[in-house]
């Protein structure tokens, strides 16, 4: 039986090490589910809220995370790293994708000469055709991912990099208070 168990927990944690490797952001959230299920035991507390408070507690002291000052225009913009390229850039929600202007992907050293625009995409300019990439590495202060997908406009069709949704998934979690923007990374 004990040895039943011990295989047991060799293949679970193979299959766990094989999981965090190849979508390390579907394995965080089924390693959290899990460590829900398993109930805290916390003299004072119910199980909930001692759930709660550690969450709380890691966020708090999180190396992982970034705050932003919303600015006069209402928009919360911040200067990110794309490779190793700094650019200006816009939270945008709405916003499927990290878009890219054609200025800032020359200078972050994209391949613009293999591009295809061929992405359908409506801003707030009007309509514009796109094209996909991935980007190797973006920063936003302590919040580091790789291999995001973006989209780059031509020349000239946008004036602002926006920081959207294909990178805001990544986090753990992101919010709005009053006139602040806490983007949170997974420790």
């Given amino acids: 039986m004990i040895r039943m168990l011990g295989i047991a927990a060799i293949v679970v944690s193979a299959v766990g090490y094989l999981m ?3 979508d390390p952001i579907k394995f965080r959230i089924m390693s959290d589910a899990v460590a ?16 709660d408070r550690l969450k709380e507690w890691k966020h708090a002291n999180s190396s992982r995370s970034v705050e932003i000052s919303r600015s006069n225009d209402g928009d919360f913009a911040l200067r990110a790293k794309i490779n ?3 650019a200006p850039m816009v939270i945008d929600t709405g916003a499927t994708s990290v878009v890219l202007t054609y200025e800032t992907a ?3 050293g994209l391949p613009l000469e293999l591009l295809d625009y061929n992405v359908d995409v409506e801003t707030a300019g009007g ?10 590495r973006l920063a936003v202060g302590k919040l ?4 995001i997908p973006a989209l780059v406009v031509p020349r000239g069709q946008m004036e602002t990099n926006l920081l959207g949704m294909s990178f805001l998934n990544r986090l753990e979690s992101w919010e709005v208070r009053a ?9």
Avoid: F, N
């Fill in 127 to 136: 309509h514009v055709r796109a094209a996909r990439l991935t980007l190797d």
């Fill in 144 to 147: 580091v991912e790789r291999s």
């Fill in 20 to 22: 965090s490797i190849h």
């Fill in 36 to 51: 829900r299920a398993v109930p805290l035991q916390v003299k004072g507390w119910d199980d909930i809220k001692a759930w």
């Fill in 84 to 86: 190793d390229h700094t």
């Fill in 179 to 187: 006139d602040r923007l806490m983007l949170r990374g997974y420790p």
């Fill in 106 to 108: 020359k200078a972050a």
